[in-house]
């Protein structure tokens, strides 16, 4: 039987289409994909993502487990702060992609893809044995929403006891959102500027409900998972289980910013540093399909009429309009401008690398 | 919701009838569970078909759907402005949104296609 967030009941009273996802009953669209995405990339879209984990990792030694356990340097996470990570096999792969919040000095909030929560929870507490650190799983304490585009800010202000005008991206507040104790954070997963929410999940209906009204004159929409997944592909953001799992390391994924080796020895430094130095064999890259067939998710890339890949992710991207994927392509398939094929229901379809992301906001 | 005067499948097909020919399409309620559709793959004209038999695919930006013959015959035409603008289907399913017409090979098996009331209990109205 699958979950329910505190919001279910206005999803539905919305008319939202609710799909199952990651064992959580979700929203994947309300009005529609597409008018749902541009609303987010002109004006604002509001989505419910409680289902997201969270891990509360606590104590003496919670910095040395988390150094131990992600790529990136939790030393350089200044209070306040966000930081984009990846909790790494032996093997240099990911266990999840994670975003790190440093509430306090020893007191750190991983929030974790709802798929992988148990598995990240057990993870951490397996790797926490013998020291000085409590985990504890709070998904259940908190909802989540996702307030983005570039009214957000105009949205969100009124709501929140705060300044969040101040908020650089990736930095948080803790503050009061509707008179409720509540995590505001400068992040997303959709390319443009935005917050997401954390707060207790009795207050999510209020917190919802306050937010439909503000952005109601100003063009916010609900958007369901649907339009995050077509936003996030557009800002070349990956997804767990399609686009990175536990047989794509992190460099592999084209995600050497997350990677910091001079930091110390974490899991999955050793695969990391040979392939920093040597190059790995296949990279993740972003690829553009002029014809009108979607490239998808499975389908398989040839080169000489030899498979030499799959798409991970791909869709029609509905603000630049066109068909655009992610694979990862062998060395010397991967620069701009490399051609290949997608077979697509048994045609093979041009296809091109190009640059990512497919899109970026102006600043 | 979905007119009188048309035939359905199970698979959410229309067909309208005239004259040994038929005008076919997918339904109202097919395009509202397919969502905002990006590309629709048209038969080439002149092709034969059988009932059942897959004549062309729909995609929406989040799913892939396939269409089905809903009787024996040949394509006489396609609806080549779903070229440039696949949301036709969506915005008009059973007008503008129009897939193909058909000549039919045996204009008897239409009587074994439902009608709008028996089509709208199938989906549970």
């Not at chain 2, 024996?72 to 969506?90: D, H, I, M, R, T």
């Amino acid at each position: 039987m699958a979950r329910r967030t505190p919001l279910y009941s206005v999803h539905v009273a919305a008319g939202a289409r609710m799909v199952e996802f990651a064992g959580w009953e979700m929203p994947v669209q309300y009005a529609g994909v597409i008018e749902e995405h541009l609303a987010v990339r002109q004006a604002a879209g509001i989505f419910d993502v409680s289902h997201m984990g969270e891990i509360s990792v606590r104590g003496r030694d919670a910095l040395s487990l988390l150094q131990q356990l992600t790529s990136n340097d939790v030393a350089r996470l200044g209070p306040g702060r966000v930081q984009y990570s990846a909790l790494t096999t032996p093997a240099g792969a990911f266990v999840d992609d994670v975003l790190v919040y440093r509430i306090d000095e020893g007191d750190y909030l991983v929030v974790v893809n709802a798929a992988n929560a148990d598995k990240d929870v057990a993870w951490v507490v397996e790797h926490a044995r013998d020291l000085d650190v409590a985990v504890e799983d709070v998904s259940a304490r908190w909802a989540q929403i996702a307030l983005q585009g570039p009214r957000a800010q105009e949205i969100l202000r009124p709501v929140v006891a705060g300044r969040i005008e101040d908020l650089r991206s990736y930095a948080f507040l803790k503050a009061e959102v509707e008179g409720v104790p509540s995590i505001v954070s400068r992040t997303g997963y959709t390319g443009e500027d935005g917050f997401e929410i954390y707060c207790p999940a009795e207050s999510a209906e209020a917190i919802w409900i306050s937010l439909r009204r503000e952005g109601e004159s100003r063009g916010m929409k609900n958007a369901g998972l649907g339009a995050r997944d077509t936003l996030r592909l557009e800002a070349r953001m990956a997804l767990y289980g399609n686009d990175i799992d536990e047989t794509t390391t992190v460099l592999e994924a084209d995600l050497g910013a997350i990677v910091k080796l001079e930091k110390g020895d974490f899991l999955g430094r050793d695969v990391l540093k040979r392939q920093q130095e040597e190059g790995t064999d296949r990279r993740l890259v972003g690829f553009h399909v002029p014809g009108r067939p979607v490239a998808r998710h499975g389908h398989p890339i040839l080169r000489d009429g030899i498979r030499v890949a799959t798409v991970t992710s791909g869709s029609f991207a509905p603000f630049l309009k066109q068909n655009v994927g992610l694979a990862y392509l062998p060395r010397g398939m991967w620069e701009p401008g490399s051609s290949f094929a997608v077979e697509i229901r048994g045609r093979q379809e041009p296809a091109v690398v190009v640059p990512t992301p497919f899109y970026k906001r102006q600043r | 919701m979905h007119p009188k005067h048309l035939r359905y499948t199970k698979d959410h097909e229309w067909l309208h009838v005239e004259e040994g020919r038929a005008t076919v399409g997918i339904t109202d309620f097919a395009q509202h569970e397919l969502g905002d559709i990006v590309y629709v793959e048209l038969p080439s004209a002149g092709r034969r078909f059988a009932a059942g038999e897959v004549i062309g695919t729909i995609e929406s930006v989040k799913a892939v759907s396939e269409i089905y013959a809903p009787v024996a015959g040949e394509v006489l035409e396609v609806n080549q402005a779903l070229g440039e603008e696949p949301q036709k289907v969506n915005q008009d399913p059973h007008g503008e949104g129009w897939i193909c017409r058909v000549r039919l090979e045996d204009p008897g098996e239409v009587g074994g296609l439902m009608d709008a009331s028996a089509y709208e209990s199938l989906l549970g109205k």
